[in-house]
């Protein structure tokens, strides 16, 4: 299939679109809940859409065109199952089908992946090298942004090169840590306390501890390791939590910056985890646009468009701050897959800037098909 061929369907031409998720890392559940938003929301006069997901041992299968089992709640966590096995063949963007006990079937090309994965093996540049050596357009970031974006210690290198403020912090490696803990323990007192002890390369606040004394440090740290070797500690900062979305610009245009939101725990939780993002949410207040000076949203827009491009990010991103009472701003992080449903920061902020969460969708698409491939 050429790069413009397109699936002709119904009385117009639609672009074919696998929809991946699940994936092998802690956000599985959350992916999953992701790609249930998406499936539901997407437009389907122009888009013809190819649920895949991956399953924990990292299976890649064709599941149902089906978001309710796909939903995270109170009572469901949701798991990629099924018997239909995909396979993206190196150099085509063909699809080969592997049903038991039938013979591989080829599936017509794919024009566009839109990836819904969060974490490690999905967000991290992992996926993003398998479809470039597939020559398959897709969604969001590629190797390099993905891969240093991931890693919250990388990520702060690269910022502090760039110019913008980043909180003080100090990092643990595995080697450190199983050489001498004690040792990989000392640069954690000049932070003061508390301080949030995170795996490296993790999100959804997956492995988080806020650690008040030091008696708490060592069991933090070996509960962060659980999801990743290396470990970060950060100082805290105080202040208010605040986030701008960030869109590619079409052709040569500059990045697009939305409306900003902030985030507020207003009971139950001690900070912004997992269970206070995705299962209860009369504890959490998301307001945008955010109550905030206009000279500071405006700051907050071109710092975040400055950090999106500092990264070399592309598509999409969410950027964090940090606003604290004296009136300064300081990077937390940017989210290159950020949480995509309905509810979530980032579609929230786009729709307070006119975009609502099915243009979104397109938009994101689009911009995928403008995408070159291989190195750039």
């Known amino acids: 299939m050429s790069d413009n061929e397109q699936i002709q369907a ?208 060592e069991d933090a740290i070996e509960a962060a390791r659980e999801h990743d070797p290396k470990v970060i500690v950060e100082a805290a900062l105080p202040g208010r939590e605040i986030e701008c979305g960030v869109l590619e610009g079409r052709g040569s245009d500059a990045p697009r910056a939305s409306e900003v939101g902030e985030i507020e725990v207003v009971s139950n939780h001690t900070f912004y985890d997992f269970e206070a993002k995705y299962l209860d949410a009369s504890d959490v207040r998301l307001s945008c646009p955010a109550e905030l000076p206009r000279e500071i949203a405006d700051e907050v827009r071109t710092l975040s468009v400055k950090a999106f491009e500092a990264a070399g990010c592309e598509g999409l991103a969410r950027v964090d701050w940090f606003f604290e009472p004296g009136g300064r701003l300081v990077l937390n992080e940017i989210n290159t897959m950020p949480g995509f449903t309905p509810s979530s920061m980032f579609p929230q902020v786009w729709k307070a800037s006119g975009l609502d969460y099915t243009a979104l969708i397109t938009e994101l698409i689009e911009l995928a098909q403008e995408r070159l491939l291989g190195l750039r």
């Open 10 to 217: 119904g009385d117009g031409v639609k672009t074919r679109v696998a929809v991946v998720f699940g994936g092998r890392s802690s956000e599985h559940a959350v992916s999953c809940s992701t790609a249930a938003a998406v499936l539901q929301a997407i437009d389907r006069d122009r888009f013809e859409v190819l649920p895949i997901g991956i399953d924990r041992t990292g299976r890649w299968l064709l599941v149902a065109d089906d978001p309710e089992p796909l939903r995270l709640t109170p009572t469901q966590r949701p798991e990629v199952r099924g018997e239909v096995a995909v396979t993206m063949v190196t150099g085509s963007r063909t699809l080969i089908v592997r049903e038991p006990g039938q013979p591989p079937v080829e599936l017509a090309g794919v024009d566009v992946v839109l990836p819904l994965l969060h974490g490690p093996f999905g967000e991290d540049g992992t996926l993003q090298g398998l479809l470039e050596l597939s020559d398959t357009r897709y969604v969001g970031s590629g190797v390099a942004a993905s891969a240093v974006m991931m890693d919250k210690h990388l990520m702060k290198v690269v910022f502090s090169a760039a110019g913008l403020p980043v909180g003080a912090y100090a990092v643990i490696t595995d080697k450190e840590w199983r050489r001498d803990k004690e040792a990989a323990m000392d640069p954690v007192s000049a932070l003061g306390w508390p301080v949030f002890v995170k795996p490296a390369r993790a999100g959804s606040s997956v492995g988080i501890t806020k650690v008040d004394r030091v008696e708490e440090l």
